[in-house]
């Protein structure tokens, strides 16, 4: 499957299951090498000579630390380019930026803020472009996501023969924001086998285009997925609590009415007790996290894999580049 995968990765909606199986698969055999044999460099070096862009008009700390250091271990050069560093549509065009920039590098991991904007890098370049967060989506991010998902819950279940006897029947809810974190996981969960209860505010509903595709997928693979503005409704039954920071980067200036509207959603020992979550129930949440949407009693506590979550990054994004930037013959 990973012979076959797309181009480039803008959202895991272009992926099918076994490609995104095959990607995680491929994540954790990194893991593997890396951290119980030693393996400290690809021994075939398959980025040598090759310069992969990181263009970030965004902050991060996971994404880019991840991606340097897995170009390193591929044998590349990671260039990083920084919103003050480039003309990235400023002076510009980005059609133009796209151009010229693939011209040169081999690969490029872009975080964006509109959707269009990774889109339009993706037309116009001559090389693979990898979604490093836009405005929609976060494919890199739901990739660690399942890995971490797959190395908890297959534990708990020895007697799963692959990655989708894991999955299969796993209740996944979120409770926090419609973002792209969570537009992600409804490209990619439903697919998989996952089960989704998926709870926003009123005000903040999931965009009907991303529905749609989630329900299409869910049909296929004989899943569900449901859609609440009940935290205690939406967490019943669920495996797996998911949030993400209530004031995602760009919208700084919305932080007070924001903060009003998602009183009630701050996810709790107590929200998950009244709500009747299992009683092993699993906390994910992608980082970086502020104080509100969880409690520190959550955050903090043995059922929380937040820490192993960000670790998976790592992994996860060398197994993108690994499979998807090493220039084919
Ligand atoms: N989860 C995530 O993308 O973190 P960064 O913004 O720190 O890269
Ligand atoms: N929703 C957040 C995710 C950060 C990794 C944001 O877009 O800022």
């Not at 329900?215 to 899943?223: F, L, M, R, S």
Request: proline share 4%; with cysteine; charged share 25%.
């Amino acid at each position: 499957a990973l012979k076959t995968l797309p181009r480039h990765m803008i959202s895991l909606s272009d992926y099918s299951a076994e490609q995104i199986a095959a990607l995680v698969e491929s994540a954790a055999e990194f893991k593997r090498k890396t951290k119980v044999e030693g393996q400290t460099f690809h021994p075939d070096a398959p980025l040598r000579g090759q310069t992969v862009a990181l263009l970030f008009s965004k902050r991060s700390t996971r994404t880019r630390v991840a991606s340097e250091s897995s170009i390193a271990y591929l044998g590349g050069h990671a260039m990083f380019l920084g919103k003050e560093d480039i003309q990235l549509g400023v002076n510009e065009s980005l059609r133009d930026s796209a151009q010229v920039i693939s011209s040169m590098v081999d690969g490029i991991f872009a975080r964006v803020g509109a959707h269009s904007d990774i889109t339009t890098l993706a037309e116009h370049s001559t090389v693979p472009v990898i979604n490093a967060l836009c405005d929609e989506n976060h494919p890199t991010q739901i990739l660690a996501d399942l890995l971490t998902i797959w190395e908890v819950y297959g534990e708990r279940r020895p007697e799963a023969r692959n990655m989708f006897d894991v999955f299969r029947g796993l209740r996944v809810a979120w409770v926090g924001d419609a973002n792209n974190i969570v537009y992600e996981m409804l490209a990619a969960m439903p697919k998989c086998g996952f089960d989704m209860r998926v709870c926003t505010p009123a005000k903040y509903p999931i965009p009907e285009g991303v529905r749609a595709q989630a329900k299409g997928d869910a049909e296929k693979a004989e899943v569900s997925v449901e859609y609440f503005t009940d935290p205690l409704e939406a967490v019943r039954d669920a495996d797996i609590i998911v949030t993400d920071t209530w004031v995602s980067m760009g919208q700084e200036a919305e932080k007070a009415q924001r903060l009003r509207d998602f009183q009630g959603y701050q996810v709790s020992r107590e929200m998950a007790e009244q709500g009747g979550a299992k009683k092993d129930w699993t906390f994910m949440h992608c980082l970086p996290r502020k104080p509100e949407e969880v409690t520190d009693e959550v955050f903090y506590s043995d059922r929380s894999v937040v820490f192993q979550e960000a670790e998976n990054r790592k992994w996860t994004i060398l197994a993108a580049f690994a499979a998807l930037l090493p220039k084919k013959n």
